[in-house]
């Protein structure tokens, strides 16, 4: 076994040759001598060097100022193309660049109007004063589609075909938000375009009113789908507003004005030509209706023996008339009325002021007619019929006037007075 050297101090000597015995050193040794022989080429013998950039994409819209100009755009249903650039510089610089670092974009002196091109690409540097140069585009040309742009307002309509209303409700008149919007694209390609529809859909049946988001479909004008990416639409985004209603079925009715005191209604005896509706509405409101009513009659101004009249059917806001009945006609049946005529003496002014005197210059008010059950009717006598004056409603103005009386029958639950009378005043102020 050999043994290292000792010095005449008693210590260890390395030797250097038998260094280069070992394996393991020789291998270092060898690898720090090439780098420093590559890094003596790169830096000094050949500074310089090539390389690829690849993956940088092309900007189609580097000349947009001029395709304006001539009225067109770029059209592409692809992803934006990406070339590789072959460069030449410093190998410091080189072996530093990115995609960002250049600027690729097609030339555009050989186009004139719509249409697709093969155009040549340029490349340039983003950084003018960057030490290398730009050698070679890999590929050196693209096709690209050029198209006049044109925009086009449409309805949005709905579909709703995906949404189920639960038993006893119906889904009525869903509308979208925006109600419009704008596409725009080619010209040939909006020309095609029949309608826009937001379509929605929802799994659970519904039982109140749901807004929803609506996927956006195209159709052309034969009803057919649309797929082209190079039509845009203005909105990001439509709601669609399903109204969910509940359906209910409420009975016909009709209600009294000017009613005579103590009249007993229950003997009037109203036929409707339809006995109910049905209708559709908001559930939180139509749960508490019990009925429809029409509209009024007015007792003592327009009732008559066999009386009739037609009301046109109004809703309230947010409900549908699911009969689709414009209007229903209301009859009572009077066999057991019958109706006379009396001469009113007994005229009299109620509520008159104190700073002012109300005069009756009307003595009698002719051709009353008189109507209720026969028997009362004949029974009654003109004395117990009163025409009244409310002075409260006439004007301060002092004259004569016309004004309206109110025919009372004082006592009377079965027999009331019909029509519309007037009496002449003359007002002065109190002396």
Do not use: H
């Amino acid at each position: 076994m050999k043994k290292t050297k000792k010095t005449k101090t008693g210590k260890r000597r390395l030797d250097f040759g038998r260094l280069f015995d070992n394996s393991q050193f020789t291998v270092i040794i060898s690898i720090l001598i090439a780098v420093f022989g590559w890094l003596v080429v790169s830096l000094v013998i050949e500074p310089n060097t090539q390389d690829k950039v690849t993956g940088i994409p092309v900007d189609l819209d580097y000349n947009a100022q001029t395709l304006q100009s001539m009225g067109l755009d770029v059209v592409s249903e692809e992803e934006t193309p990406r070339v590789s650039v072959r460069v030449e510089g410093e190998r410091a610089v080189v072996g530093g660049l990115e995609a960002d670092d250049i600027t690729v974009y097609p030339r555009l002196s050989n186009v004139t109007e719509a249409g697709q091109y093969e155009l040549t690409l340029v490349a340039v540097k983003n950084d003018p004063n960057a030490s290398y140069e730009i050698r070679e585009i890999i590929p050196s040309t693209i096709t690209v589609r050029f198209a006049t742009l044109t925009q086009k307002k449409f309805v949005v309509e709905t579909d709703t075909s995906g949404v189920k209303p639960a038993d006893g409700y119906i889904l009525t008149g869903a509308y979208a938000t925006p109600g419009e919007v704008t596409l725009t694209g080619p010209e040939e390609e909006i020309q095609s375009v029949g309608r826009v529809v937001a379509k929605v859909g929802i799994e659970e049946e519904l039982t109140s009113t749901r807004i929803a988001t609506g996927e956006l479909i195209i159709y052309d004008k034969n009803d057919n789908p649309i797929t082209s990416k190079l039509i845009s639409v203005d909105a990001q985004t439509v709601e669609v507003t399903i109204p969910i209603l509940q359906k209910k079925t409420l009975p016909l009715t009709v209600g009294y004005t000017n009613i005579p005191d103590g009249f007993d209604l229950s003997l009037l005896k109203p036929t409707f030509e339809y006995e109910s509706i049905n209708l559709a509405g908001p559930a939180d409101s139509i749960q508490n209706k019990t009925e429809l009513q029409l509209g009024y009659i007015d007792l003592q101004r327009e009732f008559t023996l066999n009386f009739v009249k037609s009301f046109p059917i109004t809703l309230d806001a947010g409900y549908q008339n699911l009969d689709n009945m414009n209007e229903a006609t209301v009859s009572f049946d009077t066999s057991a009325f019958s109706q006379k005529t009396v001469t009113v003496s007994d005229i009299r002014v109620v509520n008159q002021a104190a700073n002012r005197e109300v005069q009756v210059l009307t003595s009698r008010i002719y051709d009353v007619t008189i109507i209720g059950l026969s028997n009362d009717v004949a029974a009654l006598r003109s004395s117990s019929v009163i025409a009244e004056i409310d002075a409260g409603d006439l004007s301060l103005s002092e004259g004569q006037q016309t004004v309206p009386v109110t025919i009372r029958i004082p006592g009377s639950t079965t027999v009331f007075a019909t029509g519309s009378y007037t009496a002449l005043v003359e007002t002065k102020l109190a002396s």
